[in-house]
């Protein structure tokens, strides 16, 4: 931590990514998304997540606390990209009704 990472160490696809990397971002598709009456995103529910790692073969205690951290760096990811989106789409909304 705290260097900056060779080009060539950067994956360029996802088959570049580990199979455990690629199984979190298959479960974090797999969860459900949360949203408030009003229609504004929350993120994903961990509900359920236990079983997926069970499904996904991931039994071991540190690769599971990994996981959940991964995917909420994802979501804090996908759930700003949803705000900023929905946010957009209000203003264009309402520049349409002047």
Do not use: C, H, W
């Not at 979190?24 to 994903?44: A, P, R, W």
């Not at 359920?48 to 994802?74: T, Y």
């Amino acid at each position: 931590m705290g260097t900056e990472p060779k080009e060539e160490d950067i994956p360029t696809t996802v088959e570049d990514l580990s199979d455990f990397t690629r199984d979190i971002l298959e479960i974090y598709g797999i969860l459900s998304d949360n949203y408030t009456d009003s229609g504004y995103y929350l993120g994903k529910s961990i509900a359920g997540v236990n079983e997926l790692f069970d499904i996904f073969e991931i039994s071991d205690n540190e690769k599971k606390i990994l996981a959940l951290r991964m995917i909420k760096i994802i979501d804090k990811f996908v759930s700003k990209q949803v705000s900023d989106r929905i946010k957009r789409e209000m203003k264009a909304a309402e520049g349409r009704k002047r």
